[in-house]
């Protein structure tokens, strides 16, 4: 009956109109700074701290969390246009929202980020409002050893991140992503590896100097060498608006997809110590290999738009429980977030959950509304910001590369971030002009350091068999090996069968 | 044409890039008013609070609850806090002994930099910890070892005769490892060990509550909260003497056999401090204000209720002479830092 209660005044404080209000203004801030590549959410959230402090939290946090939660509907406009992600986690929108830019079909595009967005983002609330009760111990069934399995499902879908004929490239380009991780100091045993004793290199690399030297650098610098524009007026056959509602079908031609995408990505958001940035690549792999047409995948496939976005909005929820139910954030953003709570007074904790569940469903039931704002506010504006892909690529180059060195610059206000995104821009550069996959090695690089963490965490706690230690690994471990297998037994089958047709088969027998 | 307009343009943009953090400014403005040159630099300064750990954190924490009062006490046009993190605080305080501006318009709010340089004796440091300009302590607090209400240890006692429990660290070399591998040097017992690499507070505890640790080491103004909403239950404290907050947790020479050497290890490890201070050599008259500034918002109930607000937690603070011998301390002790060192090697897996 309490929790009833609790839920009912959680509900009725978020469509309060001054919560509604601070909820709107987030999202349009968090909309605009997401499409500006290099800024986003985070940004514009640690701007905001210092005027809220003392304010109420029913309208400070559903504000912050607005801005949070939208950001990346902003940053996929961004991946689509000018092939490079608007936040981090939108790179995987890339791959294949920019081909279809390309082909003229931006607008569809971005119909289909927005709708994917939008529905991830809210059917991910109830679910996250109904796992209230179950959380902690859902959670607390994740020990080091499972989340290494999980990693090492996610660096299974590096094969498909690869185009055909290319898979020795893709893994070398993964490989080398997780070369690139072992930058640093190593966390068990403190070792300092290729830092040459440059305190800037004791954390590894800068995630966003790598995906923006990796992709925004090769982009925009064949963008100036080719001189065309990104999609020619002659290319679009149908009027952006009417592409717009094309790409809302295809989300919901897609529903099984999208679904798909929401729960896994909302699933990774609540397991902390993943990331979001995984979930875009695993559910872009899984929409592959669950696809018809997987050839089309890389060259303008709108399920490869669908997954990733509907992934990336669904985390938010699910990110958001574990930040209020353990304290730990899985984002930069949340971590602000999270001393935003505290400098209010509130800790969180599994108690908050308990003790201030109100505001906890007021919070959650805040990121379903600023989906909606954020949906309507870029649908209203693709029209005019796909215009883009038809200017003179001389002034694209001329806006975007002094904004992508400002915003390295400004992580550190060190010349190592320029310095950097020279390297892996020209590195990004070599990359595209010789067929290596840029998005295997930003996973290989993501993951690497997690992946090496709790291996080594692993065989310390539970022993070298540390992979049979509890059910869950077991069924992990399982799944990896099927995902690995599958499709070269289903062939070694297929041409053991070819070999031995039914009569003949018989006649042994 | 346009290719050459575009390369005027970037070189333009760059060159603004680079000179956009400017250059120091000496102001000459005389009054009877000990502070009135300082007020009237603060006046038209955003002034930056540096911090060298992650946002959310304690440090973290304590800097915003500070940067209000600051800026209302040193009349700064801005104060806002900027997170410059890596390698356990070493990025931070080479760029505020490097580059940061001398003007005091860098103000850090940090931990001991004499630890990273000392202690740790890594090449990456490229500052004398010594020279910086230390201004106060807003919050010092001493260690506690804690477990989970859960746990099979539920006292000091249990883990005395314990020879398999685990104690969780951040990561290798840090002061939650250090007391780690002090107790179970302390304690003996061969199959005990501390494990790394847990990063923050919040993620040890985790590990604790998933049973993959046992215990965990940390200062009280982390825990507190922790402690509150009995996410973990504190066992032993570090120091001589009892802590007010929980008078009834035993201190470690109360319950443990230290050794005369023992002891003077635990004794130079510091306590965890918030401790602030700005880049070498700023004008003694700015620095002069901000310890003023900073002893008045010590003395500020309502800045106490913030910290507890926001914390749970008060125990007091440093005025810049005893923060700065705090240091000189940790220099002094280096001898014992690197017995302690050896002490990691051996009870970290």
Redesign the interface.
Known sequence: MELLTAFTEGLVAVFAPQTLLWIGIGSIIATILGIIPVLGGELGI?LA??FL?GKNAIFVMPFLLAMDAVSCTGGSITSILLNIPGTLINAATTMDGYPMAKKGEAGRAIGAALTASAVGGIITVPMALLMIPILVPF??KF??AEMFLLIVSGLCFISVLTTKGRVVKGLISAALGLLIATIG??????Y?RF?F????L??GLPLVTVVLGMYAVPSLINLFVTGKAIAADSLITVKDSKQLVQGAKDVLKHWWLTLKSAIVGYIIGVI??IGAFTSTFLTYGMAKKSSKTPEEFGKGCVEGVIAPEAANNAKEAGGLLTTLA????GT?TM??I??AL??I?I??????LIENTSLCITMISSIAIANVFAFLLCWFNVPFLTKVTRIDP?YI??TV??LV??GA?SR??K?FD?FLILVTGLLGFFFKKHGYSAPSLILGFVLGKDLE?YL??SI??YGPAFIFSTPICIGLFVTIILVIVYKPLVEVLRKIIARNPRGSHEKAI | M??KI?II??LL??TV??FA?GTNEVTNVSDSDPFAAAKAFYAKTDVTLIVPL???GGM??AA??A??YLQKLLGAK????VN?????G??AY?YLYN?AKRDGSIICFGSHPSTNEIVQND????YKSEEFTYLGTVQHTRFALTVVPESKYTNINELKTANSF?IGGF???DTMSLYGSLICEIIGNEGNCV???Y?????T???M????VDAYASPMDSLY??V????CVPILVFGSERDEYWPDVPTIFEVLDVSESERIMLESIPESDRIVFCPPQIPQDRANFIEHCLVQMIDDPSFKQATI????YFSGSRDALETREVCLEVINSADNYRVLDSLIKKW??
Do not use: C
């Open positions: 640690t701290l210092p402090v959670v607390l020990k080091s100091s190593q966390a068990q045993t403190g300092a830092t004793g440059n305190a800037h004791y954390e902390p110590g353990f304290g730990i954030p930069g971590a602000i999270m001393a505290m400098v007074g800790q969180p904790g599994p108690m908050l001389t180059f001329a590369i002094p060195f400002l610059f550190s206000e010349m320029i963490h080594w965490r310390d706690i | 346009k290719k575009l343009y970037l943009t760059i890039v680079v953090k992650g946002a959310g973290d924490v915003r609850n940067a209000p801005s104060v806002s806090v410059k993190v890596g390698a356990s070493i990025v080479n580059d090449s990456a440091v490229k685990s990561g290798f070399n494990i790394g690499g990063g923050t507070a919040a993620k505890l985790l590990a509550a998933q049973g993959e909260r922790y509150q909403s009995k996410q607000d926001s914390t749970g970290m897996r």
